[in-house]
T-cell receptor, first 115, second 109 residues
Framework: DADVTQTPRNRITKTGKRIMLECSQT?????MYWYRQDPGLGLRLIYYSFDVKDINKGEISDGYSVSRQAQAKFSLSLESAIPNQTALYFC??????????????FGPGTRLLVL | GQSLEQPSEVTAVEGAIVQINCTYQTSGFYGLSWYQQHDGGAPTFLSY????GLEETGRFSSFLSRSDSYGYLLLQELQMKDSASYFC??????????FGSGTRLSIRP
């Protein structure tokens, strides 16, 4: 079984709709992250959480919100989706005690299309 | 501001050696990582440099020079399966992590 899972894997929605992307991990890591990837722009950090009570904005948090329901679960919400939020979204985890500082383990990604 | 620069595309021949460079500008820098991503896949960790010098892991090596704000990924004995995008990522106390835009490596037989 995959250590980091994302649901759904693909999603098509309409402008103005609220949607939630979910991430679960079985690695036991405290740190979780949400990124979006656009062609030619690499990965950009949306939000990150270092433990259940810690939520931090990344470089592109506008239009997004997150919820850390448990150590293993980190959800990303688009309150009112717009077409320029069409992208590939990745969840990742990391643990500083892994022996290599800040190794990030990525989920398989969610491909989102906003019409 | 915070930024990383890496070439957008590199082409090499199977069996050869290729170097992918990365220059960074970030305050509170403390390390540089490299990730590999195949088309349709998720990024996977390759290496991390927290100190100046060369880190070797099999066919892949990574180098960091803090004084030059520069690092590179060296891939030896290239195989067709190494065709992928490679991202450098800088860790800093200010912005935590920033990824470069990625270098697409194409390998010819």
């Amino acid at each position: 079984d995959a250590d980091v899972t994302q649901t759904p894997r693909n999603r098509i929605t309409k402008t103005g709709k609220r949607i939630m992307l979910e991430c679960s991990q079985t690695k036991g890591h405290d740190r979780m992250y949400w990124y979006r990837q656009d062609p030619g722009l690499g990965l950009r950090l949306i939000y990150y959480s270092f433990d259940v009570k810690d939520i931090n904005k990344g470089e592109i948090s506008d239009g997004y919100s997150v919820s850390r329901q448990a150590q293993a679960k980190f959800s990303l919400s688009l309150e009112s989706a717009i077409p320029n939020q069409t992208a590939l979204y990745f969840c990742a985890t990391s643990d500083l005690t892994s022996g290599v500082q800040e190794t990030q383990y990525f989920g398989p990604g969610t491909r989102l299309l906003v019409l | 501001g915070q930024s990383l620069e890496q070439p957008s595309e590199v082409t090499a021949v199977e069996g050869a050696i290729v170097q992918i460079n990365c220059t960074y500008q970030t305050s509170g820098f403390y390390g540089l990582s490299w990730y590999q991503q195949h088309d349709g896949g998720a990024p996977t960790f390759l290496s991390y440099n927290g100190l100046d010098g060369l880190e070797e892991t099999g066919r892949f090596s990574s180098f960091l020079s803090r004084s030059d704000s520069y690092g590179y990924l060296l891939l030896q004995e290239l195989q067709m399966k190494d065709s992928a995008s490679y991202f450098c990522a800088a860790y800093s106390s200010a912005s935590k992590i920033i990824f470069g835009s990625g270098t697409r490596l194409s390998i010819r037989p």
